[in-house]
């Protein structure tokens, strides 16, 4: 059975683990991180933002994190998301299910406006992100530069309607 929850220390391997297979195919991150990274993560996080787990009969397929946009307080009603799924487990609906909990998080919270940045090569989590009524605002060439080649991302905002 599928349940999103927040994330607890005995899910911070696991977190770790499926971070992991995204550096430098999907993420600018480029560092591995460990379980101690997501540790201090998840206790410094404030009331605003939160890091979530997916879990199939009690496994963890997946996470999700809301955070801040900024720490300058004119956007301190922007926040970002992101969603990573294991790679075993994609197109079951856990990424679904994870965005559809965060962003209901983020409109609990205050947030009014969310920002989501993708590789431009990365059709399938615009499209994905399109489905949730996110919108393209621009791109930013050659902003990344990983594994000796140029990336460009792709920012896409959803703004919670009044």
Known sequence: MMKIKNATQS????IAEIYGYYLGKSTMDLEIKS??????LLITQE??????????????VGWGILKKYSDRLG??????????IHPEKLANGYG?????HLMSEAKNKGYRHLVAKIWANNIVSI??????GYTIVGTQNK???????????VIMQYVFPD
């Open 11 to 14: 899910n911070l391997i696991s």
């Open 75 to 84: 956007y301190a009603k922007a926040g970002e998301t992101s969603v990573f």
């Open 96 to 100: 679904k299910s994870m965005k559809i």
């Open 47 to 60: 009331s605003s933002e939160g890091l979530y787990v997916i879990e199939d009969n009690d496994e963890v």
């Open 127 to 132: 499209q994905y992100n399109l489905k949730f």
């Open 35 to 40: 379980p101690e990274y997501f540790e201090t």
């Open 143 to 153: 902003i990344g530069f990983v594994n000796g080649k140029w990336v460009d991302v």
